[in-house]
């Protein structure tokens, strides 16, 4: 079984940076593809970053250049530092993790989910 933990969301002014955080704990062997969602009162989930494996990195047009996505995989643990924040970023924000857990057991795992709420 594997428990995904987020923190660092919380309340900030228009302009201002918050970085958030998701570690992952449990039977892992390694994660692949690592993802941060988000989801507006209203809104479907959409996708704001992604990382492989491999480090490479995509982004949805609306964050392209404010936000960052990083990983330490030593520490299963993905990070997203967002910068210049609009009131628009405004959401609850969603780790993802593609997890291998041995040769015979792969899973996709959901955090709990973390409110970003930018005042403008």
């Known amino acids: 079984q594997v428990q995904l933990v987020e923190s660092g969301g919380g309340l900030v002014q228009t302009g201002g940076s918050l970085r958030l955080s998701c570690a992952a704990s449990g039977t892992i062997s390694s994660i692949n593809a690592m993802y941060w969602y988000r989801q507006a009162p209203g809104k479907q989930r959409e996708l704001v970053a992604v990382i492989t494996s491999g480090g490479s990195t995509n982004y949805a047009a609306s964050v392209k250049g404010r936000f960052t996505i990083s990983r330490d995989s030593a520490k299963n643990t993905v990070f997203l530092q967002m910068n210049s924040l609009k009131p628009e970023d405004t959401a609850v924000y969603y780790c993802?993790?593609?997890?291998?857990?041995?040769?015979?057991?792969?899973?996709?795992?959901w955090g709990q989910g973390t409110q970003v709420t930018v005042s403008s």
């Open positions: 993802n993790l593609d997890v291998v857990s041995s040769r015979w057991s792969r899973g996709n795992y």
